[in-house]
């Protein structure tokens, strides 16, 4: 019998009680029950039992990539810098990325995924539509320079991550590419167990035209989802609209009237103010400097008044690399007041390269307050289609539980936290025009290759596999996760029928092809199954008194439902279980 099977001789050093600074329960769990450990911030080391659990996990993603065309590469985690330039992410990522320099002062990178080096490759090997489509993918090591590495293997800087690129000679065939790998990653999570929604998000440094996340459901999630349970509506909190009520407006003055608002400097104070105005009759007025093709670019945003900027969506709708709240001095150069005194009546004769960008629940109301650019001072009676040049109308507020769900008429938004699984996007030819990667089509034209770029993180299924599937003992594996099938739990080893019982039924459940543990230990029954409920494992079959009348126990780590099988019949009820 193979030694590292047993118990006594495996390396599995669980822990009795939670680790001080581990906050999540796949943290606390994954630490306690002997998976993983921690080598820094954001680094951790794989024992024995996350080794085998994550080698599952990849296996599962291997066969469903082959099983729509994907062929397997592995290529370099260290890239020269020149490659990241060519692309235009040199400059577009800041701080997350690792950059270094080698003996001879060229400057490196430690890859975040992997599309310069693919698209380097497609670029030097592919001349012809008649190449096309390729579907290319790896498992390997990516580096993140993350600024608040937390909640075990959540957030990471180094972790194992399932990228896909898909090539193809026009848009039509990137759309098919598109739907064959959502499919694959439906798969590929329903298999590893895990409870998801698709969901529309924003593509960020990554680009592109389309853009899902897979998102699976937990408190301990980093990001807000919405979505609507009547017609399954789902977006990211960055990408998501909704249908809100009309305000109707009273008719206003011909022209906007000043008024004096001494100490008034937020929404909140102009409400109680005396002529003041209700927070949804309110022009909020906000000034931004945005990173667009490198150079800063100052943006007055406006919004309702009881509405909230989300900020990813104003980057993402100006096609900003970044966005940044403009510093008072800046402020008060551009329109002469101060925060809390602002508007958009007048800026841009105060500031000709102001762009003015407003949400569109906005869009033809009138009879509205806002600030004068003067301290202390409002404007009422303001017609946004009259008063207010607005150069370009977007998304931009942030949408909130209960409000209607913008795809149905009856359905309301729920908001709750989810954790990123997987995301694929249409990168289209970002990516191969920076970089020149042509292919000749059937009717001799050169055009650039048509990319899409999809992800999956090894450590994001284990670490959801656990929030989703555990109790107050320990982690509920599914099967096609769980370390081992089984483990058979001799109660007192001293004793050689029970002893030889167990070693028997081991080789036998092995022989059936289950994976096996045999926990040989000289500890207590009860230790040992706490231990065996802690990591996991599916089925626990205890070999104890009722040995000698040809019975054990069989138990059921899911149900906690305990069994009397005679053992001739234990390897039978194991190997028919499904998963």
């Known amino acids: 019998m193979p030694r590292l099977m047993r118990w006594s001789r495996y390396f599995i050093p669980t822990l009795r009680e939670d680790p001080a600074d581990a906050e999540v329960v796949s943290h606390k769990l994954l630490l306690r029950a002997g998976v993983v450990r921690q080598l820094s911030a954001g680094i951790y080391s794989y024992l024995p039992l996350g080794q085998r659990i994550a080698l599952k996990v990849m296996q599962i993603l291997r066969e469903e990539m082959n099983a729509i065309g994907g062929q397997e590469f592995y290529l370099p985690a260290l890239h ?41 490759i497609a670029r030097n090997e592919i001349r012809s539509y008649k190449q096309l489509p390729q579907v290319w993918y790896q498992i390997q090591i990516k580096f993140r320079d993350e600024a608040r590495p937390k909640s075990g293997l ?18 039509a065939g990137l759309d098919k590419s598109f739907i064959d790998q959502r499919e694959a990653y439906k798969k590929i999570f329903s298999r590893c167990g895990i409870q998801f929604l698709i969901v529309e998000a924003s593509s960020g440094a990554m680009g592109g035209s389309e853009s899902n996340e897979f998102i699976a459901r937990t408190p301990a999630g980093e990001d807000l989802i919405v979505s609507c349970e009547s017609c399954g509506y789902a977006a990211n ?70 509405h909230q900027l989300h ?40 500031s000709r390269d102001l762009r003015i960008i407003a949400d569109a629940a906005l869009k033809n109301r009138r ?31 942030t949408v909130e539980s209960g409000e209607g769900c913008p795809r149905c008429e009856t359905g309301t938004l729920d908001v709750f936290k989810g954790m990123e699984i997987g995301h694929i996007f249409k990168l289209g030819t970002k990516y191969s025009e920076s970089m020149g990667a042509t292919v000749l089509t059937q009717d001799g034209t050169q055009v650039p290759i048509v990319m899409g770029s999809y992800g999956i993180g090894v450590e994001r299924i284990i670490s959801a596999a656990v929030e989703q599937q555990h109790d107050e003992d320990g982690i509920i594996w599914p099967r096609s996760l769980a370390p081992f099938d089984v ?23 092995q022989g059936a092809g289950l994976e096996v543990l045999l926990d040989d230990r000289d500890e207590r029954a009860g230790v040992k199954f706490k231990d065996a409920d802690l990591i996991g494992i599916p089925y626990r079959v205890t070999i104890g008194k009722k040995v000698s009348e040809g019975v054990v126990e069989l138990f059921d780590r899911r149900t906690k439902q305990t069994v009397d099988v005679k053992i001739a019949e234990v390897v039978q009820r194991l190997t028919s279980v499904q998963q």
């Open 80 to 120: 020269p810098a020149e490659l990241w330039q060519e692309s235009g992410r040199w400059y577009a990522i800041g701080d997350d990325m690792f950059r270094l320099k080698d003996r001879k002062g060229t400057d490196m990178v430690l890859g975040m995924t992997h599309e310069e080096v693919f698209t380097t």
């Open 237 to 306: 909190l960055e990408k998501a609209t909704a249908r809100i009520a009309d305000i109707k407006d009273e008719p206003g003055p011909n022209a906007p009237e000043e008024f004096p608002t001494p100490g008034v400097r937020t929404i909140e104070d102009l409400t109680t103010f005396p002529g003041g105005a209700e927070a949804s009759r309110q022009i909020k007025s906000l000034v931004f400097y945005a990173t667009i093709d490198s150079e800063q670019r100052p943006v007055l945003v406006l919004l309702r008044g009881d």
């Open 154 to 171: 959540m957030r990471l800087r180094t972790f194992i991550m399932k990228d896909a690129y898909t090539f193809d000679v026009d848009r």
């Open 487 to 509: 483990v058979v739990t001799i109660t007192n080893m001293k004793q050689d029928e029970l002893r030889q019982a167990g070693e028997k039924l081991y080789e036998n459940l």
């Open 311 to 350: 900020e990813i969506k104003l980057a993402d709708s100006l096609r900003a690399t970044a966005v940044r709240p403009a510093h008072p001095e800046e402020i008060r150069q551009l329109l002469g007041a101060s925060a809390g005194s602002l508007g958009g009546v007048g800026a841009k004769a105060r």
């Open 367 to 397: 009879n509205m307050t806002t600030g004068a650019n003067k301290d202390d001072h409002h404007l009422r009676g303001v017609d946004i289609a009259r008063d207010i040049p607005v150069d370009e109308w977007f998304e931009l507020r």
